[in-house]
């Protein structure tokens, strides 16, 4: 079955850097692009952006251009979200989820997120 | 970037009735639109994409409408199970962004 395992998160300081890591198992990781999706506490989903399925793609929501970078080792069947200047508004769980499709998709399985919490 | 809009932001309703959610995209986005749910304390849940394909596994009662800049979810006999937010995503193009939100409760 499709399994999704987002790690890498916890308590950090402001300005810090830190990468998420999502493990995809139970389908063809080169055959989907992959979203990062972030939730504040309380608050909406914010998409935050993609990886196409051969890693050639990204795209980002305006709002984390330049801070946060998104890589796939296909090999591995892994994606990473590279997050650098952490602010307290970046404080949120984070969800890797897969999107099918040849073109950036919704998303059809979640994984169960890591929280992140910018913090002095 | 295209924005989208959900309305009611909440709603109440007693088990049976039959619950409308409406999203509206600041531009046209074709059908390329998906609901999720979302229950407290868990992970979104895809209902619908391409405005209208019901995801597989997902209860009938559960129906989506629209295109172009208008899309409506429909709940057509509101149960306890249902209790969650729901939210609408475009999907056209990058940024893939999320509405709002709609909080479904029992009345």
């Known amino acids: 079955q499709v399994q999704l395992v987002e790690s890498g998160g916890g308590v950090v300081q402001p300005g810090t850097s830190l990468r998420l890591s999502c493990v995809a198992s139970g389908f063809t990781f080169t055959g989907y692009h992959m979203h990062w999706v972030r939730q504040a506490p309380g608050k909406g989903l914010e998409w935050v952006g993609v990886i196409w399925y051969d890693t050639s793609n990204t795209y980002y929501v305006h709002s984390v251009e330049g801070r946060f970078s998104i890589t796939g080792v296909n090999s591995k069947n892994t994606m990473y979200l590279q997050i650098k200047s952490l602010r307290a508004d970046d404080t949120a769980v984070y969800y890797c989820?897969?999107?099918?499709?040849?073109?950036?998709?919704?998303?059809?399985?979640w994984g169960q997120g890591t929280l992140v919490t910018v913090s002095s | 970037d295209i924005q989208m809009t959900q309305s009611p932001s909440s709603l109440s309703a007693s088990v049976g009735d039959r619950v409308t959610i409406t999203c509206r995209a600041s531009q046209g986005i074709s059908n390329y639109l998906a609901w999720y749910q979302q229950k407290p304390g868990s992970v979104p849940k895809l209902l619908i994409y391409?405005?209208?394909t019901l995801q597989s596994g997902v209860p009938s009662r559960f129906g989506g409408s629209g295109s172009g800049t208008d899309f409506t979810l429909t709940i057509s006999s509101l149960q306890p199970e249902d209790v969650a937010t729901y939210y609408c995503q475009k999907y056209n193009s990058a940024p893939l962004t999320f509405g709002g939100g709609t909080k479904v409760e029992i009345k």
């Open positions: 391409a405005a209208s």
């Open positions: 989820a897969r999107g099918p499709g040849s073109s950036p998709s919704f998303s059809d399985y």
